[in-house]
């Protein structure tokens, strides 16, 4: 095969989005919400993880007690090994020394039914990791739908609730209102239901506190969410499951849905855990302790890539 017969047979393509509306889903790759049953994730390795100052939770414990990277490492093995038990096919980002919290795969890229979109990070030493993004979709052949280029805009703030509704969180430290607005605009256009959560920056993204579990079965911290969103939510038919106040924090709403009543979640969320298997859920209960010192969770460790209805 030529270099010209390659360039012709790639579906890559930098410029997806149609500026009108009404984009054409993907056939091999995306999702319609983060319920159905996950088949194919985007993971960033921890092979050269560091702890660095990237929100107050982070700055929070290097000045308490410091991630142990090795124990780090060992952590997020065992959350490969849940994905690899559940037979989700997993894709990495390349591994490289200058993007040492590039195991955050949620933040640098957001998956849609019509591709992907790069965000903006807010932190200076993490902006490498949208550019390695590009190149992760270019491999995989996956089409990007657009790039944010108004303010800063993180993934963990791009939440599917369901079929065509998304719930925008707004920090203003990690995500800036004109990156949400940008982002917004874009997804009005296609036709969805937005709304913008503007968060205290404190709680770093939205999908810290409200995480869809199954359908219209949505995880929240009814402590630290606004009263709108929680009303908004049960307004579509959504039960909340209620995770405490502490257990967030400990990001223990941060968690992901396989799909088929199926969910991979951290041990230090109990309370979370045990409403789960009481309503039949199958929870693989995976110790992040360590790892989630740096700043995020498994949630934020993880870009689903394909879902297909159960």
């Known amino acids: 095969m030529t270099v010209h017969d390659r360039i012709v047979a790639e579906p890559f393509s930098l410029q997806r989005r149609n500026p009108a509306g009404g984009t054409k889903p993907l056939t091999s790759w995306g999702f319609a919400n983060e319920t159905d049953m996950l088949t194919d994730v985007l993971l960033g390795s921890p092979n050269f993880l560091r702890h660095l100052s990237t929100s107050s939770l982070s700055r929070?414990?290097?000045?308490e007690a410091p991630c142990n990277v090795q124990i780090a490492q060992a952590q997020h093995k065992d959350l490969v090994a849940a994905y690899e038990h559940f037979g989700v096919n997993i894709h990495w980002h390349e591994p490289t020394p200058?993007?040492?919290?590039?195991?955050?795969?949620?933040?640098?890229?957001?998956?849609t039914p019509y591709?992907?979109?790069?965000?903006?990070?807010?932190?200076?030493?993490?902006?490498?990791?949208?550019?390695?993004?590009?190149?992760?979709?270019?491999?995989?052949?996956?089409?990007?739908?657009?790039?944010?280029?108004?303010?800063?805009?993180?993934?963990?703030?791009?939440?599917?609730?369901?079929?065509g509704v998304v719930l925008i969180g707004c920090g203003g430290a990690r995500t800036q209102e004109e990156g949400a607005r940008q982002v917004q605009a874009w997804f009005d256009k296609e036709g969805w239901e937005t709304r913008i959560a503007f968060i205290d920056e404190y709680y770093v993204?939205?999908?810290?506190?409200?995480?869809?579990?199954?359908?219209?079965?949505?995880?929240?911290?009814?402590?630290?969410?606004?009263?709108?969103?929680?009303?908004?939510?049960?307004?579509?038919?959504?039960?909340?499951?209620?995770?405490?106040?502490?257990?967030?924090?400990?990001?223990?709403?941060?968690?992901?849905?396989?799909?088929?009543?199926?969910?991979?979640?951290?041990?230090?969320?109990?309370?979370?855990?045990?409403?789960?298997?009481?309503?039949?859920?199958e929870v693989a209960a995976i110790d992040m302790s360590e790892i989630s010192k740096t700043g995020g969770g498994i949630h934020c460790m993880a870009q689903a890539l394909k879902r297909e209805p159960a």
Not at 98 to 111: A, G, I, K, N, W
Not at 118 to 125: E, K, V
Not at 215 to 242: S, Y
Request: charged share 20%.
């Open 205 to 281: 993204h939205i999908d810290l506190m409200v995480v869809p579990i199954a359908e219209k079965l949505t995880a929240v911290c009814l402590a630290c969410t606004e009263p709108g969103i929680v009303d908004w939510l049960k307004g579509k038919g959504h039960e909340i499951i209620d995770v405490p106040f502490q257990d967030t924090m400990a990001l223990g709403c941060n968690f992901m849905s396989l799909g088929k009543d199926r969910v991979i979640a951290p041990t230090s969320s109990q309370s979370l855990i045990g409403q789960l298997k009481a309503r039949g859920f």
């Open 98 to 111: 200058e993007l040492p919290m590039q195991v955050y795969s949620r933040d640098s890229s957001v998956m």
């Open 60 to 63: 929070k414990h290097l000045r």
């Open 115 to 163: 591709g992907a979109f790069i965000t903006a990070m807010a932190n200076w030493w993490r902006r490498g990791e949208n550019y390695a993004a590009i190149r992760t979709y270019e491999k995989l052949g996956i089409p990007i739908y657009d790039m944010v280029t108004s303010g800063t805009f993180e993934g963990g703030d791009f939440n599917v609730i369901e079929d």
